[in-house]
């Protein structure tokens, strides 16, 4: 590909990421309810009650044992909701976007990033063009925090000296970073840890076993430094938080290791949905990755005695940055591992493979200087795969939702939402006149009727369906509305918006 069309191609991959910033296009609900939800409620509406409720506040920060760290939501997306509310600017469609913009920002850096620990124009563009980088990277989930902390491992691996030994302090503080944002990330970056570690060569001591072992132990102590350090931090601020502001009864709050003992126990994961241990790799891979980990698929099957040669050197040789080999075992080693160890678990998302997003590429990179692939034909795969799987996830899916939102900024009464994905309803924070329901999904005739007796008759009521049908009799409705939408669940093509008539 020559310079001129992976320019081009470049810029037509940053100007798409852009237009999905601002898509509504509802991916997940963590997307809201894991960082923007809580934040908000926090900044611009201070009050216990609406801290406490659980269609503003996830499940995670209302356990008796808290799940999530708070502190990385609010240096995420706080900024963006403070610069809102100094601004007096708390419409729905500022509070939905901004976070977005400043998370936009970032990925822009960490695209730089990505670039010097790939050292090559066409492996920079792959990146780019993974649907998970266009639309995730945008978007203000855990999974993208997760994914940013696993390329700043590879950037600090990649372009710190190993004679540096703030470069283990700074791998320690990025370790922890991405442990407190999910637990799961030890499992996709341990393999740059170890080669940082333990695999880089040692200076000037070859023919001392002794000192081998003591400049490595020496590396281990400035990580732990490191980890320590910033750990402590995060478990004072959530310590305090939960205590102080939640009013947990919890004592000491470290987020991560509650959240992994939540998730070992298969009966909290029945909660959220059991699937089978294979969906990773036979189903989300693919959704995620298309051609890229089919390739990558086929060439490890079709090459496996040389891909168990790669983890052997892995664990067996110095770890050398120049050399391919070197850099496509680490890369190999955090794919498998991080594939493997995340697919142990009976609840499986797509989302949580995203920080996969970069050893893949790196791998494909080293797999095209060793001509065994060819990169220029992937990313036009990859390209196209993409560009339609960001507009299916990041426009269609779901989008009713968070249009519905911004119909009812500006009325009042109450909204009963049913069989779609659940309402971000910090959205109407600036909006004291609605109040927001949530149903879910299931047989839901008796349970609107319940929930609409208890309702007072003296405000609007809205019933928002994700099927054709709303619950109640048409013939109840005073009015009728219709907002695209796109639902896997339901497979319906348009979200209903009923106001019920008044009774005299």
Request: aromatic share 14%.
């Amino acid at each position: 590909m020559d310079k001129t069309k992976s320019d081009a191609l470049t810029k037509f991959l940053l100007a798409l990421r852009f237009i999905f910033i601002f898509t509504t296009g509802y991916i997940h609900p963590d997307e809201f309810f894991q960082s923007p939800s809580p934040s908000a409620s926090f900044i611009l509406d201070h009050n216990k009650d609406v801290l406490n409720d659980p269609l503003l506040t996830a499940w995670e920060f209302l356990h008796e044992s808290p799940q999530r760290d708070m502190l990385i939501p609010l240096l995420t997306t706080g900024p963006s909701f403070a610069i809102l509310k100094m601004f007096n600017l708390t419409q729905s469609w500022c509070l939905l976007y901004a976070p977005r913009v400043c998370l936009f920002i970032m990925s822009l850096v960490i695209d730089r990033m990505a670039d010097r620990v790939l050292n090559n124009h066409i492996g920079s563009i792959l990146y780019r063009s993974l649907w998970p980088v266009m639309v995730f990277h945008t978007r203000p989930f855990s999974n993208t925090m997760e994914a940013f902390s696993m390329v700043l491992c590879l950037y600090i691996m990649t372009t710190v000296h190993h004679t540096k030994y703030y470069k283990y302090i700074l791998l320690g503080f990025v370790s922890s970073f991405g442990l407190f944002t999910r637990f799961t990330f030890p499992m996709f970056a341990w393999p740059v840890v170890w080669c940082s570690v333990f695999n880089e060569p040692v200076p000037l001591v070859k023919d001392s076993f002794v000192k081998r072992v003591a400049y490595r132990v020496i590396r281990l102590i400035y990580w732990s430094v490191g980890f320590l350090f910033t750990s402590a931090i995060f478990v004072s601020f959530d310590t305090a938080y939960f205590s102080i502001v939640m009013n947990s009864n919890a004592k000491l709050v470290v987020a991560p290791f509650n959240n992994l003992l939540y998730n070992l126990d298969v009966t909290n994961l029945a909660k959220h949905t059991l699937h089978n241990r294979f969906l990773h790799s036979g189903v989300n891979m693919p959704m995620l990755y298309g051609p890229l980990y089919l390739m990558l698929l086929y060439i490890t099957i079709r090459h496996l005695r040389r891909s168990i040669r790669r983890v052997y050197s892995f664990f067996t040789s110095d770890f050398v940055l120049t050399k391919v080999a070197s850099r496509e075992a680490m890369a190999f080693v955090c794919v498998v591992s991080g594939l493997g160890l995340i697919s142990l678990a009976k609840h499986q998302e797509p989302r949580f493979l995203i920080p996969l997003s970069l050893p893949m590429c790196l791998m494909a990179v080293c797999l095209h200087e060793e001509k065994v692939i060819d990169l220029n034909r992937i990313v036009t795969y990859v390209v196209g795969f993409s560009t339609w799987a960001a507009i299916f996830f990041g426009v269609l899916h779901q989008m009713g939702v968070l249009n519905s939102l911004f119909f009812f900024q500006h009325l009042s009464g109450d909204v009963v939402y049913h069989h779609t994905y659940m309402p971000p309803s910090y959205l109407l924070l600036d909006n004291k006149n609605i109040q927001v329901h949530d149903l879910g999904g299931g047989d839901i005739s008796e349970r609107i009727l319940s929930l609409l007796s208890s309702l007072s008759n003296s405000t609007d009521t809205y019933i928002v369906s994700g099927t054709h049908y709303i619950g109640v009799d048409s013939n109840k409705c005073s009015s009728l509305s219709y907002l695209p939408h796109f639902s896997t669940e339901t497979w319906s093509f348009f979200i209903t918006i009923c106001k019920l008539a008044r009774l005299q």
